[in-house]
T-cell receptor, first 113, second 111 residues
């Protein structure tokens, strides 16, 4: 059983399109995150949700909108995609907000053409 | 904000020992983490330090000095499969307790 699963694994799309990435965790964790890893492998936090509530919202364009229907799911919707959005997006979860481990999904490689 | 610095690349020989350093500046420090990331894969947890000193876990050890804002990851008896990127991450109250990662150190283990 996959602990943190995100879909799709690869996403190739044109500039200006709208796309979504889905994430689900079956670990019973309360906190979920979205991270972006750029071409230089720099992993940067975007959002964090605790029990469906947004607790961290880093400086991210408002074209990015996270949605958490329940604490096991955190989806990421991106409007009007731009070339600079090309990156690998990782979903992650943890038991709480101040715990040892993050469990990462396998990543979604987004390519905007 | 946080400044987290680590070397970009390192090379070491199979069977040897390598030390990857990480320095950081933050307020409300709440823990330092090391993650391993193989190419094309997700990061996986290696170690966690919140108090000063050395934490040992098999071939991997991690050290923390909070007063110096310094940590290192020590890898012993290097194996080819240890070739990966090693990410230093800091948790702090200033960042809402989320992990903020350094840019990673790409380690190449050669025969």
């Amino acid at each position: 059983d996959t602990a943190v699963s995100q879909t799709p694994k690869y996403l190739v799309t044109q500039m200006g399109n709208d796309k979504s990435i889905k994430c689900e965790q079956n670990l019973g964790h309360d906190t979920m995150y979205w991270y972006k890893q750029d071409s230089k492998k720099f992993l940067k936090i975007m959002f964090s949700y605790n029990n469906k509530e947004l607790i961290i919202n880093e400086t991210v364009p408002n074209r990015f909108s996270p949605k958490s229907p329940d604490k096991a799911h955190l989806n990421l919707h991106i409007n009007s995609l731009e070339l600079g959005d090309s990156a690998v997006y990782f979903c992650a979860s943890s038991l709480g907000t101040a715990v040892e481990k993050l469990f990462f999904g396998s990543g979604t490689q987004l390519s905007v053409l | 904000g946080q400044n987290i610095d680590q070397p970009t690349e390192m090379t070491a020989t199979e069977g040897a020992i390598v030390q990857i350093n990480c320095t950081y500046q933050t307020s409300g420090f709440n823990g330092l983490f090391w993650y391993q990331q193989h190419a094309g894969e997700a990061p996986t947890f290696l170690s966690y330090n919140v108090l000063d000193g050395l934490e040992e876990k098999g071939r991997f050890s991690s050290f923390l000095s909070r007063s110096k804002g310094y940590s290192y990851l020590l890898l012993k008896e290097l194996q080819m499969k240890d070739s990966a990127s090693y990410l230093c991450a800091v948790r702090s109250s200033a960042s809402g307790y989320a992990l903020n990662f350094g840019k990673g150190t790409s380690l190449l283990v050669t025969p």
